[in-house]
């Protein structure tokens, strides 16, 4: 069972412009959510991470907005440069044991 | 500070075969994780160690998969036998244990093709 619903499946932005990646949840137990990069042939790599307490948080070019009542969050990265093109999943984890469960990723393009 | 080591990087086998794949966490990390990551999709967690104590193998194949972390450092994956849905990256990762064990550090993978 996805317990994360992760979208669009790919993305094409062009330099410069802003990248939208949008994920929702079922499990209202899960407390914490990160966003992990991946490019190819490397694991995947923490890139922000937010609380459900907070709506927002920034972290240089990338911003995380969170929507409790909706069960919703999404990535934006401001600025998009080629050297983000990778592949972004979002994931959730709930309790002490910290388990990820993953959305199914969104591979992003930023073209020159 | 070193990252976690995985190895080997490739692996391809006939089906029916066995095939073991080995990981290093980073040093004082508590916490390791196993995941299978099938090509598109998101990883998904096989299998979590607390030392060298297995917290959850609830999504873990146990009539062919099997993990084992000894010393409470080192980590072996083991497939026998190996099956063609069982092509896929299987990722390592590991966290300190508490608190500061939000952020898990993933492996590079090994990618495993099954003929």
């Known amino acids: 069972q996805q317990q994360v619903k992760q979208s669009p499946q790919s993305l094409i932005v062009q330099k410069g412009g802003i990248s939208i990646i949008n994920c929702a949840y079922e499990n209202t137990a899960f407390d914490y959510f990160p966003w992990y990069q991946q490019f190819p042939g490397k694991g995947p790599a923490l890139l922000i991470a937010?609380?459900?307490?907070?709506s927002e948080k920034k972290e240089g070019r990338f911003t995380i907005s969170f929507n409790k009542s909706a069960k919703q969050f999404s990535l934006h990265i401001m600025d998009s440069q080629p050297g983000d093109s990778a592949t972004y999943f979002c994931?959730?984890?709930?309790?002490?044991?910290?388990?990820?469960?993953f959305g199914s990723g969104t591979q992003l393009t930023v073209l020159p | 500070e070193a990252g976690v080591a995985q190895s080997p990087r490739y692996k391809i086998i006939e089906k029916r075969q066995s095939v073991a794949f080995w990981c290093n966490p980073i040093?004082?990390?508590?916490?390791l994780y196993w995941y299978q990551q099938i090509l598109g999709q998101g990883p998904k967690l096989l299998i979590q160690f607390q030392n060298n104590g297995v917290v959850d193998d609830s999504q873990l194949p146990k009539d062919r998969f099997s993990a084992e972390r000894l010393k409470g450092v080192d980590s072996t994956l083991k497939i026998q036998p190996a099956k063609l849905e069982d092509s896929a990256v299987y990722l390592c990762a590991s966290s300190l244990y508490g608190a500061g064990g939000n952020t898990q550090y993933f492996g590079p993978g090994t990618r495993l093709t099954v003929l």
């Open positions: 937010i609380r459900p307490d907070v």
């Open positions: 040093s004082g990390h508590a916490t």
């Open positions: 994931a959730a984890t709930v309790g002490s044991a910290r388990q990820l469960t």
